[in-house]
Every structure is written in structure tokens, then in C-alpha cells.
């Protein structure tokens, strides 16, 4: 009896052990929401999946690809709330959008989106 209550308490050790090394390899978990382009200013909405771990200091990093084989990249501080807005101005066809966070540690690519401009 003490080794089966011997083996079964390594056992539920163990998976305490393996429970916390999953945790705190969770990455978080970021979408990107509403994206729309006005002809003037991109805009739209960094959404955090709370059952993630949250990160600080979230950038977008937007590249508009323009007519003519051309494209231009600008970045942009994700405010509190979520949302972002960049400038643009042209004849823009495409677009695409990818947060990050930029920290000490290196860069951590959240999500994307693109859009297709009519």
C-alpha cells in the first residue's frame, strides 16, 4: 500500500511539474479587429485574448503597397484602449498589418491582418 501511495504521489508531483512548465510557456494571443483604410488613415483594433498573458508596448508595423510595383512602411504606437491609426496617402492597393511588441528580450510578432483596397 505505501508504494502504490508512493508511486501516485510521484505521479501527481510530476504533473504539478509538467502543469507549470506548459504555464509559463503560453504565448499570448493577440487579433487584430476592425482594420479599415480611408483613403487618408488606417485604423483599427488590437484585441488581447484574455486567457493569455498580456504584453506591453504593442507596435503596428504597416506596409501599403502602392501602384506600380511600390510600397512604403510605417510603424505605430497601439494605444491603451486597442487602437491604432497610421497615415498613408496614394494610389494604395493592398495593405498589411502586424503587432509586435518590442522589448529587451527581443521581439514578439502578435498577429496580422491585411486588406485589400478597392
Known sequence: MKKILAIVLAAAMLLGLMGAAFAENVQ???TIQDLKYDGQFLSGKVVHDDATPAVEKIKIRA?????????MATTATVRDDGTFMVEAVG???????IANSITAEGTTWLCGAELFVN
Open 63 to 71: 506596409t501599403f503597397f502602392i501602384v506600380g510595383n511600390y510600397y
Open 91 to 97: 494610389p494604395i492597393e493592398y495593405i498589411t498589418a
Open 28 to 30: 499570448p494571443k493577440y
